[in-house]
């Protein structure tokens, strides 16, 4: 980085004023962080503001690797702060490019400031510099955002997944997973991974598997779960499968699968009644 500790002193100097000058020419028209009129939203806002101005001012006086590390924190903070994650992308990259066009007014009222005018070159070298580090560092914002996000749904998934194949425990060692609708790979996985830690912490002998509200699966998916049986006779537990629909019975039969001591009934009124505990 290009060492000048009095253009450092000079933007820190005036850090309060590019906080206060950006807010108030901000749009506060549409959605997100920038059209809150929360006063704690407001002041947290401008509170990061003057943070970025104070850190990149240091473009000056720092080596490259050590002002991009003193930036770190500030951009997982904004990256991942709730209102701007409600904030669209675009906004907060348009903010990003005021404030570029902000430093450059500064930079020339630096330069026309000095007494003899520095060299022109110097000059474009500063220049470049105030704008790759912005970009910089907007593009890692934007990045940090996306991949909290990305956390975010993948989280959501997980809880929808775990909601959708409910292990639910009876009495005497049973439980009973009914599953419905279309299921999807990756649905098909969480079943299985979720139905064997189930079974593992709530001590199930015996599991009822119902399928009467499966219409379709796919040749990954049927195998996924006959997978889950295999799993399921590998740590102790037995299983009846109720509501095979032709479809899946053609599907087993086409990948060659058996279901060896697997107990099959039509309904799961059929497998609650063949049951010993439940028929006595």
């Known amino acids: 980085m290009l060492k000048n500790e009095q253009l450092h002193d000079f933007l820190l100097n005036r850090a309060e004023q590019l906080t206060e000058d950006w807010y108030e020419s901000l749009d506060k028209s549409g959605t997100g962080v920038y059209a809150s009129t929360d006063p704690r939203v407001i002041n947290n806002l401008k509170s990061q503001n003057f943070e970025f101005h104070r850190r990149l001012c240091k473009l000056f006086t720092l080596n490259e690797g050590a002002f991009y590390d003193q930036f770190e924190g500030w951009i997982n903070d904004v990256g991942s702060d709730p209102q701007h994650l409600e904030t669209p992308t675009h906004l907060i990259m348009r903010e990003f490019f005021r404030t570029r066009e902000q430093y450059l007014t500064f930079l020339n009222e630096y330069v026309e ?113 006959f997978e889950l049986l295999k799993g399921l006779e590998l740590i102790g537990v037995t299983s009846t499968l109720s509501g095979i629909r032709p479809e899946i019975a053609q599907m087993a039969t086409q990948l060659g699968v058996t279901f060896g001591r697997v107990s099959i009934t039509n309904t799961l009124a059929t497998a609650f009644s063949l049951d010993p505990i439940y028929n006595k």
């Not at 110097?122 to 790759?132: G, M, P, S, T």
């Not at 709530?202 to 399928?211: A, E, N, R, T, Y």
């Open 113 to 225: 400031a000095q007494s003899p005018i520095p060299d022109l070159e110097k000059v474009r070298e500063w220049r470049k510099a105030l704008v790759a580090a912005i970009d910089t560092i907007t593009m890692r914002v934007v990045e940090e955002k996306s991949n909290e996000l990305n956390e975010q749904i993948e989280h959501q998934q997980q809880t929808i997944n775990e909601l959708s194949s409910p292990l639910i425990q009876l009495s005497e060692g049973r439980a009973l997973l009914p599953l419905v609708g279309d299921i999807s790979s990756e649905r098909a996985q969480a079943i299985l991974e979720n139905t064997l830690r189930g079974c593992t912490d709530k001590s199930i002998d015996h599991l009822f598997i119902d399928l009467s509200g499966v219409y379709l699966v796919d040749t990954l998916v049927a195998q996924q779960i």
